[in-house]
Nanobody, 123 residues
Framework: QVQLVESGGGLVQAGGSLRLSCAASGRTFSTYVMGWFRQAPGKEREFVAAIGRSGGSTYYADSVKGRFTISRDNAKNTVYLQMNSLKPEDTAVYYC????????????????WGQGTQVTVSS
């Protein structure tokens, strides 16, 4: 089973940028679709972005489209989430996910998760 470790979260002012990283263990990283989700206090975990095995296909939630960019480096077993023009409503714990077995936009469809990294956007 692939293990995931997120990093790069922190506190940033509205309008600022952060880049999250998710490092995966194992030698089969390039065979996995990867995704990012987020969960704010009192809310359900929501889809943010997903990327295909080669990086050629990407998918975004409407709320982040045009501001966030997902990418991957299969040589480094790492997936990234570049977040620009951050808003206070982007504040959440961000999770990396893999081993997709269902719909990419539904958290139930993913079976492996990282521990999460906190992103806080101040107004």
């Amino acid at each position: 089973q692939v293990q995931l470790v997120e990093s790069g979260g922190g506190l940033v002012q509205a309008g600022g940028s952060l880049r999250l990283s998710c490092a995966a263990s194992g030698r089969t990283f390039s065979t996995y679709v990867m995704g990012w989700f987020r969960q704010a206090p009192g809310k359900e975990r929501e889809f943010v972005a997903a990327i295909g095995r080669s990086g050629g296909s990407t998918y975004y939630a409407d709320s982040v489209k045009g501001r966030f960019t997902i990418s991957r480096d299969n040589a480094k077993n790492t997936v990234y989430l570049q977040m620009n023009s951050l808003k206070p409503e982007d504040t959440a714990v961000y999770y990396c996910a893999t081993d997709l077995r269902g719909a990419y936009s539904d958290y139930i469809g993913w079976s492996s998760w990282g521990q999460g990294t906190q992103v806080t956007v101040s107004s």
